[in-house]
């Protein structure tokens, strides 16, 4: 067989430009449109980092204005795909809950066959808009609970929280929140994206990328670890009321155990941060706060006690989705909702990418290398 250099998952592969993101794995640095994310984090809301990754640049006063009017019109949960919802199990995993209500967005959008870059910002848009309402209201069917209407009074992580809970969080948790969606917002070309512009450089429309980033986010390699990482609290057995060092010598064995049968732990490593994922810091601040302000000290214990027999073991650390599963179960959504969540934020970075690609794009189609049977004939 000829020796041919394959590259394994695209391991290391430079595929394409892109002036969305950069991820600099030795600084452990990450920048949208040049901003530092934890800059960003601090200091702004999601609507406003949704401008940025779409425009380029974050919006004067009254650009912000009118793009924060157009999502709030935007938020109601349609009725078609509420109906849509309600036909679907209950138990159907929220992931594919939101993969459908996507593809039924597109279906229904008055602009589906108009590729155009002003009716793909508007498609996006709008799916930045309406996705709150999907995965609030799939998680309150599941609670026997009714639709909670969108409030225009409240910003997108607040009326995000309204619509699954029915009642007004505190500024802490909106903020604990907010960051969470900033954080998750964008990052290169990790496999939900490139599955985006790979469909999208067929010349596909935009929802139709968006439906199929949703299911290769839906994988525990990737989105899916925030979700996997609550089953491993879960296994471990959370015990409030437990001591902070009780609950971490609890974890601490646990993880032993599983390395010692040589098991992936998610919520650890990642394909380009080997020293350390640059969100990580951010998030778990956010954590500690919700752990604070919740007076759950045992989770601490659990999430210590994993990340320290991690490094003991293996040096490898936590990636965005460890510190993001505890801190939503603290703010009372379901396990099943977090990768959600996910998906609401990774829309606008998502679909600034589609757009990246239609601007200069080219079809994207790899060579694989045949290992099969030599040419046969039919007997
Ligand atoms: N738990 C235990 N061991 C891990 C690990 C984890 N979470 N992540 C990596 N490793 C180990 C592998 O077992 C392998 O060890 P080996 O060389 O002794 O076989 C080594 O580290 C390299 O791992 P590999 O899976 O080949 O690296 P990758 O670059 O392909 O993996 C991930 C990146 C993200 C797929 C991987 O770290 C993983 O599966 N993590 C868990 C899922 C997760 O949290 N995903 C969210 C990413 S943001």
Redesign the pocket.
């Known amino acids: 067989m000829a020796e041919v250099d394959i590259k394994k998952?695209l391991?290391g592969v430079v595929v394409d430009y892109t002036s969305v993101s950069k991820v600099n794995p030795d600084t452990n640095s990450l920048l949208y449109r040049g901003y530092p994310v934890q800059e960003l984090a601090a200091r702004c809301s999601f609507e406003e980092v949704a401008y940025l990754l779409w425009n380029g640049e974050l919006p004067s006063q009254e650009q912000l204005t009118e793009f924060t009017a157009r999502e709030r019109a935007g938020r109601a949960l349609d009725p078609v795909v509420k109906q849509v919802i309600d036909a679907l199990p209950e138990t159907s995993h929220p992931m594919d809950v939101c993969r459908t209500a996507a593809s039924v967005m597109g279906a229904r959008h008055a602009l589906a066959e108009d590729a155009s870059r002003e009716a793909n910002m508007t498609k996006a848009i709008d799916l930045f808009a309406a996705m709150p309402a999907v995965v609030a209201y799939d998680q309150r069917r599941r609670h026997g609970q009714g639709v909670v209407e969108p409030r225009e009074d409240l910003g997108y992580s607040a009326n995000f929280l309204w619509m699954t809970f029915g009642e007004e969080q505190v500024p802490e948790v909106v903020e604990a929140f907010n960051v969470s969606m900033i954080l998750y917002a964008e990052h290169s070309f990790n496999a939900s994206t490139f599955t985006a512009r790979v469909i999208t450089s067929t010349l596909s429309d935009l929802h139709s990328a968006v439906t199929g980033a949703i299911g290769a986010l839906k994988g525990?390699?990737?989105?899916g670890?925030n979700e996997?990482v609550m089953h491993t609290f879960d296994e471990i057995g959370i015990r409030p009321q437990e001591s902070l060092e009780e609950a971490a010598a609890r974890a601490k064995a646990w993880m032993e155990n599983a390395?010692a049968q040589?098991?992936?732990?998610?919520?650890?490593?990642?394909?380009v941060y080997k020293h350390g994922?640059s969100r990580v810091p951010t998030m778990k601040a956010a954590l500690d706060k919700m752990i604070a302000h919740y007076g759950r000290p045992e989770l601490l214990g659990l999430y210590n006690g994993l990340e320290q027999a991690?490094e003991e073991a293996?040096a490898?650390k936590p990636?965005?989705?460890?510190p993001a599963g505890p801190t939503y179960h603290l703010m009372g959504f379901d396990t099943a909702t977090f990768t959600p969540l996910f998906v609401a934020s990774r829309i606008t970075g998502w679909t600034a990418h589609i757009m990246e690609q239609l601007d200069a794009n080219s079809l994207i189609r790899p060579l694989s290398e045949y290992v099969g049977p030599e040419e046969r004939h039919l007997p």
């Open positions: 998952g391991d525990p390699l990737h989105g670890a996997a390395l040589k098991k992936k732990v998610m919520g650890f490593g990642h394909r994922d991690m293996k490898i990636n965005l989705d460890y």
